[in-house]
């Protein structure tokens, strides 16, 4: 039982190692996986944000390389027309008008280059709706000269991008202004070009980024004021430094801002509104800007977590149903297991069953010097493996004693009863001659006990090796068949019912003589019931024809020969009963010739003992029962001591012969000796009917031969008295 | 054969044990001789153990028999087994004495 648990924590210690292993695979396939689609998904933003932000660049910079063309293109109309300053008006009205991205347009001539114009001179054109208005910038007031647009081109003597601005004229419109400076023909400074442009477009441009629904763009002009950004209160309205400083992460933005500021390229991790964010940025080269997307961490790794969370689910109930796949396997391995060792347990028990069933059985046929007289063999083939057939048998006092039987039902209950059928026999047998009495006294122990209600067929002989006389008597089993050379007969017998049915059954002995060659061939109904494939018996005709065949050969043979017929008949069907036979042949060529002993004593009653001796071995031999032998041998002891006491003169020695002669219907005894003459015949019977006081104390000893043996009768003959008596068996 | 005599009020036991044959007669007629010495008193003979009896061995019953008779005592024979009481009977003897 400890034995099997172990082997249950052993298989389930398995299991669970198999299924930790399986996790443990699928978690690091996972988790590889996982880590691999993490970084795609980073290289994957990065690359989109790089995208974005290099489209941007080159828009930006299409835009204002237009815008760029289309001024430097207006310097040589410009130098040309500084001869007629009146002619600029219309000059500057048509560079709005060819170039629709142009908001406005300027021509600043340095301080008093007209002199007839006054100190300072400058036409502006500008779109008014769908009309181009000129106005004069000249005014003190505005005072041009002191600009960043008018002054830097002509310090750098080349184009300038001024920081962007809210044009306060004409609307709330963010603008940038591209100046650049004209020289006249003499080669001076003389005045500077201008053109405006609307950035309201780059809010437009800059902004989504696909796949990424909640990134946003930031856009900084060169001094960090915020030209494009989530929160329109800043734009243009406050720097990139002064936002940084109000954010939760202000270090990290104030590095991403110092970095965009000084043109660099880069990306980076920052938080923002609270959760993680991914900042790539990079310079727009041509108007000294910088751009950065703003990309959530979740929008980048969203999908990996839910893809992630979908394949944990589907790990989970992968392994789930794994385990109970192998629980389920484990548990019927096991049970089969189980019931496979029960089974092979019960097996080795029912072979251990079968052989001490079949030890039980005597196995040598008597095929010993000192049982000539018999030739035996047989043979047991249980249906299962342990059966309910027996047969057994034994000698004493120069009998055969056997028997067969057949308990009904076969298997370990047959198996039990047969056994008990077996000692019943032994014990009974032991001490009991007629097979009439053991079969009664075996009915009556097994209808005692019997409350399963099994019963045994059985049929019982007592066989003289001397003579070949048969008592047997049956118990409602087949008969068996009378064999001999040539013949092969069923035995006639009074069926009677089987043992263990009806308690205090008397059963009826039968005898028979069987001469030296014949025998019994005994057996089961496993021999004539055999059935063949297609369920016809073997039968007794078979049976019969066989040992018709086989009569004349040996006791093994005859078994062996309808062995193999019956083997041969039943070939490929499975047993149905407990086969068994056994043949008994009667191999003694002089049956009781004669039994003839002789004894001689001396006149002497101290060799009394020597006489009962020689009767003991005479009726042991002769199979005399004790009543019998005793009475015998009082008759014989009177004989000879009446001879002892009276036969020879006091003193003299003399002898006394004693010679038995035991045949199969009377015993004889001749006593004689050669002293005088004395007829212990003629002696008068003592009178039996006097008073103690009348009768004489001897005279016994020749009345108890009288009354003993049949007949006794005296002669002279040879100067020896023999006396001759004679009892009928 | 042995004899086993053993006395109580008034009462003498002798149980016989083995084969009374011829030989063995002519000793128990001796060991039996405190029997004959208390004839007057009630002889017990137990037989129960006598496997076999002679014509010599009945003389011995008879012959107490004869002198209880004489001294106003009696015998009583126990345990006979069927073959002896078949001698008895063969010789009369069952009715010379008390069976029990």
Same mark, same amino acid.
């Given at each position: 039982?400890?034995?099997?648990?172990?082997?249950?924590?052993?298989?389930?210690?398995?299991?669970?190692?198999?299924?930790?292993?399986?996790?443990?695979?699928?978690?690091? +396939?996972?988790?590889?996986?996982?880590?691999?689609?993490?970084?795609?998904?980073?290289?994957?933003?990065?690359?989109?944000?790089?995208?974005?932000?290099?489209?941007?660049?080159?828009?930006?910079?299409?835009?204002?390389?237009?815008?760029?063309?289309?001024?430097?293109?207006?310097?040589?109309?410009?130098?040309?027309?500084?001869?007629?300053?009146?002619?600029?008006?219309?000059?500057?009205?048509?560079?709005?008008?060819?170039?629709?991205?142009?908001?406005?347009?300027?021509?600043?001539?340095?301080?008093?280059?007209?002199?007839?114009?006054?100190?300072?001179?400058?036409?502006?054109?500008?779109?008014?709706?769908?009309?181009?208005?000129?106005?004069?910038?000249?005014?003190?007031?505005?005072?041009?000269?002191?600009?960043?647009?008018?002054?830097?081109?002509?310090?750098?003597?080349?184009?300038?991008?001024?920081?962007?601005?809210?044009?306060?004229?004409?609307?709330?419109?963010?603008?940038?202004?591209?100046?650049?400076?004209?020289?006249?023909?003499?080669?001076?400074?003389?005045?500077?070009?201008?053109?405006?442009?609307?950035?309201?477009?780059?809010?437009?441009?800059?902004?989504?980024?696909?796949?990424?629904?909640?990134?946003?763009?930031?856009?900084?002009?060169?001094?960090?004021?915020?030209?494009?950004?989530?929160?329109?209160?800043?734009?243009?309205?406050?720097?990139?430094?002064?936002?940084?400083?109000?954010?939760?992460?202000?270090?990290?933005?104030?590095?991403?801002?110092?970095?965009?500021?000084?043109?660099?390229?880069?990306?980076?991790?920052?938080?923002?509104?609270?959760?993680?964010?991914?900042?790539?940025?990079?310079?727009?080269?041509?108007?000294?800007?910088?751009?950065?997307?703003?990309?959530?961490?979740?929008?980048?790794?969203?999908?990996?977590?839910?893809?992630?969370?979908?394949?944990?689910?589907?790990?989970?109930?992968?392994? *789930?149903?794994?385990?109970?796949?192998?629980?389920?396997?484990?548990?019927?391995?096991?049970?089969?297991?189980?019931?496979?060792?029960?089974?092979?347990?019960?097996?080795?028990?029912?072979?251990?069953?079968?052989?001490?069933?079949?030890?039980?059985?005597?196995?040598?046929?008597?095929?010993?010097?000192?049982?000539?007289?018999?030739?035996?063999?047989?043979?047991?083939?249980?249906?299962?493996?342990?059966?309910?057939?027996?047969?057994?048998?034994?000698?004493?006092?120069?009998?055969?004693?056997?028997?067969?039987?057949?308990?009904?039902?076969?298997?370990?209950?047959?198996? *039990?009863?047969?056994?008990?059928?077996?000692?019943?026999?032994?014990?009974?047998?032991?001490?009991?001659?007629?097979?009439?009495?053991?079969? +009664?006294?075996?009915?009556?122990?097994?209808?005692?006990?019997?409350?399963?209600?099994?019963?045994?067929?059985?049929?019982?002989?007592?066989?003289?090796?001397?003579?070949?006389?048969?008592?047997?008597?049956?118990?409602?089993?087949?008969?068996?068949?009378?064999?001999?050379?040539?013949?092969?007969?069923?035995?006639?017998?009074?069926?009677?019912?089987?043992?263990?049915?009806?308690?205090?059954?008397?059963?009826?002995?039968?005898?028979?003589?069987?001469?030296?060659?014949?025998?019994?061939?005994?057996?089961?109904?496993?021999?004539?019931?055999?059935?063949?494939?297609?369920?016809?018996?073997?039968?007794?005709?078979?049976?019969?024809?066989?040992?018709?065949?086989?009569?004349?050969?040996?006791?093994?043979?005859?078994?062996?020969?309808?062995?193999?017929?019956?083997?041969?008949?039943?070939?490929?069907?499975?047993?149905?009963?407990?086969?068994?036979?056994?043949?008994?042949?009667?191999?003694?060529?002089?049956?009781?010739?004669?039994?003839?002993?002789?004894?001689?004593?001396?006149?002497?009653?101290?060799?009394?003992?020597?006489?009962?001796?020689?009767?003991?071995?005479?009726?042991?031999?002769?199979?005399?029962?004790?009543?019998?032998?005793?009475?015998?041998?009082?008759?014989?002891?009177?004989?000879?001591?009446?001879?002892?006491?009276?036969?020879?003169?006091?003193?003299?020695?003399?002898?006394?012969?004693?010679?038995?002669?035991?045949?199969?219907?009377?015993?004889?005894?001749?006593?004689?000796?050669?002293?005088?003459?004395?007829?212990?015949?003629?002696?008068?019977?003592?009178?039996?009917?006097?008073?103690?006081?009348?009768?004489?104390?001897?005279?016994?000893?020749?009345?108890?031969?009288?009354?003993?043996?049949?007949?006794?009768?005296?002669?002279?003959?040879?100067?020896?008295?023999?006396?001759?008596?004679?009892?009928?068996? | =054969?042995?004899?086993?005599?053993?006395?109580?009020?008034?009462?003498?036991?002798?149980?016989?044990?083995?084969?009374?044959?011829?030989?063995?007669?002519?000793?128990?007629?001796?060991?039996?001789?405190?029997?004959?010495?208390?004839?007057?008193?009630?002889?017990?003979?137990?037989?129960?153990?006598?496997?076999?009896?002679?014509?010599?061995?009945?003389?011995?019953?008879?012959?107490?028999?004869?002198?209880?008779?004489?001294?106003?005592?009696?015998?009583?024979?126990?345990?006979?087994?069927?073959?002896?009481?078949?001698?008895?009977? =063969?010789?009369?003897?069952?009715?010379?004495?008390?069976?029990?």
């Amino acid at each position: 039982m400890l034995n099997r648990k172990r082997k249950h924590l052993k298989y389930a210690f398995q299991a669970i190692a198999t299924v930790i292993v399986a996790l443990a695979t699928l978690e690091a +396939t996972f988790l590889i996986q996982y880590f691999f689609s993490r970084n795609t998904l980073y290289e994957e933003a990065t690359r989109q944000a790089e995208e974005e932000l290099e489209a941007t660049n080159l828009h930006i910079t299409d835009v204002l390389d237009q815008v760029e063309t289309a001024v430097r293109n207006n310097v040589w109309p410009v130098r040309k027309t500084l001869a007629v300053p009146d002619s600029l008006w219309p000059l500057t009205r048509r560079i709005v008008e060819c170039n629709p991205s142009v908001y406005g347009a300027a021509i600043a001539l340095k301080e008093d280059y007209f002199p007839d114009k006054g100190r300072l001179f400058a036409t502006y054109a500008y779109r008014s709706g769908d009309q181009i208005d000129t106005i004069h910038m000249g005014k003190a007031s505005y005072g041009y000269p002191g600009k960043e647009w008018f002054i830097k081109p002509l310090e750098q003597n080349g184009g300038y991008w001024s920081e962007p601005y809210y044009d306060s004229g004409g609307g709330e419109l963010l603008m940038t202004t591209y100046s650049i400076p004209v020289t006249d023909s003499d080669g001076n400074m003389a005045a500077v070009l201008t053109s405006d442009i609307s950035l309201d477009w780059l809010t437009d441009m800059v902004g989504d980024v696909e796949g990424y629904p909640s990134a946003f763009s930031v856009l900084v002009s060169r001094t960090g004021q915020l030209m494009v950004c989530p929160a329109p209160a800043f734009v243009m309205r406050a720097t990139v430094q002064e936002v940084a400083a109000t954010l939760e992460d202000s270090t990290t933005v104030r590095d991403i801002s110092l970095a965009m500021l000084a043109g660099e390229r880069g990306s980076r991790q920052v938080m923002y509104d609270g959760e993680k964010q991914y900042v790539f940025y990079a310079p727009i080269d041509r108007a000294g800007w910088s751009m950065a997307i703003v990309v959530p961490h979740k929008e980048i790794y969203g999908d990996v977590k839910r893809v992630g969370f979908l394949v944990i689910l589907l790990q989970v109930f992968g392994i *789930l149903l794994m385990s109970y796949i192998l629980y389920v396997a484990l548990r019927n391995q096991l049970r089969f297991r189980e019931v496979s060792e029960n089974k092979s347990r019960i097996d080795s028990e029912l072979r251990v069953a079968r052989n001490i069933q079949m030890s039980m059985l005597p196995t040598s046929f008597l095929t010993t010097p000192e049982h000539t007289e018999i030739d035996m063999s047989g043979v047991i083939v249980p249906a299962r493996e342990v059966g309910g057939d027996l047969y057994d048998f034994y000698v004493r006092d120069g009998k055969l004693y056997f028997c067969i039987g057949d308990v009904s039902g076969k298997g370990v209950p047959a198996s *039990l009863v047969m056994s008990v059928t077996r000692s019943l026999f032994r014990s009974v047998s032991a001490h009991e001659k007629s097979p009439q009495r053991i079969v +009664t006294s075996m009915n009556d122990s097994m209808a005692d006990m019997n409350e399963n209600n099994m019963f045994v067929t059985f049929f019982l002989g007592v066989l003289n090796l001397g003579n070949g006389h048969l008592w047997f008597c049956n118990a409602g089993h087949n008969p068996p068949v009378r064999t001999g050379p040539g013949t092969a007969a069923l035995l006639d017998v009074v069926p009677n019912l089987p043992l263990g049915i009806v308690p205090g059954l008397q059963f009826q002995e039968q005898e028979i003589d069987l001469t030296c060659g014949e025998g019994l061939f005994l057996y089961t109904d496993g021999l004539t019931e055999a059935e063949d494939m297609d369920k016809v018996l073997f039968g007794e005709k078979q049976m019969l024809d066989n040992l018709l065949q086989s009569g004349a050969e040996s006791a093994d043979l005859q078994v062996k020969s309808m062995l193999s017929s019956v083997m041969a008949h039943v070939r490929g069907t499975d047993p149905n009963d407990d086969l068994t036979m056994l043949s008994i042949r009667f191999m003694n060529a002089s049956p009781l010739a004669g039994l003839d002993r002789h004894l001689s004593l001396r006149n002497d009653i101290n060799d009394i003992p020597r006489l009962h001796e020689y009767m003991q071995g005479i009726s042991e031999e002769a199979d005399l029962d004790h009543p019998f032998a005793m009475s015998l041998n009082l008759a014989l002891e009177e004989a000879v001591s009446n001879v002892m006491l009276y036969a020879y003169p006091a003193g003299t020695e003399g002898q006394v012969d004693i010679d038995t002669h035991i045949r199969e219907d009377h015993i004889e005894f001749s006593v004689s000796d050669s002293g005088v003459p004395f007829d212990p015949t003629a002696k008068v019977d003592p009178n039996l009917e006097l008073d103690v006081e009348e009768r004489p104390v001897g005279g016994l000893g020749i009345y108890l031969v009288k009354r003993i043996m049949d007949s006794v009768s005296y002669a002279r003959k040879d100067g020896k008295n023999i006396l001759t008596m004679i009892k009928k068996r | =054969m042995e004899v086993h005599i053993t006395e109580s009020e008034g009462t003498m036991t002798a149980r016989l044990v083995g084969r009374l044959d011829t030989p063995a007669s002519s000793e128990v007629i001796r060991e039996v001789q405190p029997l004959l010495d208390h004839a007057g008193e009630t002889l017990v003979l137990d037989c129960s153990d006598l496997t076999y009896i002679s014509s010599s061995g009945l003389r011995i019953f008879l012959t107490l028999r004869k002198a209880a008779a004489a001294a106003g005592g009696h015998v009583v024979v126990e345990g006979l087994s069927s073959e002896i009481r078949q001698v008895f009977m =063969m010789t009369g003897f069952l009715q010379l004495f008390e069976i029990r």
